[in-house]
């Protein structure tokens, strides 16, 4: 028998993942936003990481990391309950399912806080992730960064116990 592949665990925030957290959100930005973006957009995004503001974000949101072997693979905020101020994962992990893990936890931690809807500004590249849970585009948006603007889409879904007692999806 073949031996199984160890699974990525979920773990809080802490501030000293800042630095491994703002290489992943470089990479990901990097490397897998190509097609979407151009590389000056992308140079103007990841610089994000080098922002004071960027710690401030991850500490004051509810932040999950998820790790194998202690080392950090992508993690997602959870801003005021309701809204994904970040979500990346490391493009050597991309695809197998560590984006879904983050995701799905944030879900049920929002559901279990009695938030009844997300949203999430997206990226072109992650918008069919998103679709693909539910998420519906509400508007488009320009971001500035420096000299550089960014398209994204604002995206939200319904979440929570709905009316008749069962659960939103």
């Given at each position: ?14 501030p ?7 290489e ?6 990097e ?5 979407d ?13 080098d ?6 974000r ?6 999950l ?8 693979l992508?993690f997602?905020?959870l ?18 399912g560590?984006?879904?893990m ?8 929002a559901t279990?806080r009695?938030?009844t ?20 585009p ?7 960064i ?20 069962t659960v939103?999806?």
């Open positions: 028998m073949g031996q199984s592949l160890p699974k990525p665990g979920l773990r809080p925030f802490l000293a993942d800042v630095p491994l957290l703002a992943i959100f470089r990479a990901s930005i490397e897998m936003t190509g097609e973006y151009s590389e000056a957009q992308r140079e103007a995004w990841a610089s994000k990481a922002d004071e503001s960027f710690a401030k991850l500490s004051e949101a509810l932040t990391v998820a790790t194998m072997d202690g080392s950090p992508g997602i905020a801003k005021d309950n309701t809204h994904i101020d970040f979500f990346f994962v490391h493009p050597a992990v991309a695809g197998q560590v984006g879904t983050l995701y799905e936890a944030i879900e049920k931690l279990a009695a938030a809807r997300l949203t999430a500004d997206v990226s072109d590249t992650a918008l069919g992730f998103f679709q693909k849970r539910g998420f519906q509400q508007r488009r948006n320009t971001v500035t420096g000299d550089e603007w960014l398209a994204n889409t604002t995206m939200d879904k319904p979440i929570g116990p709905a009316k008749n007692g939103a999806s």
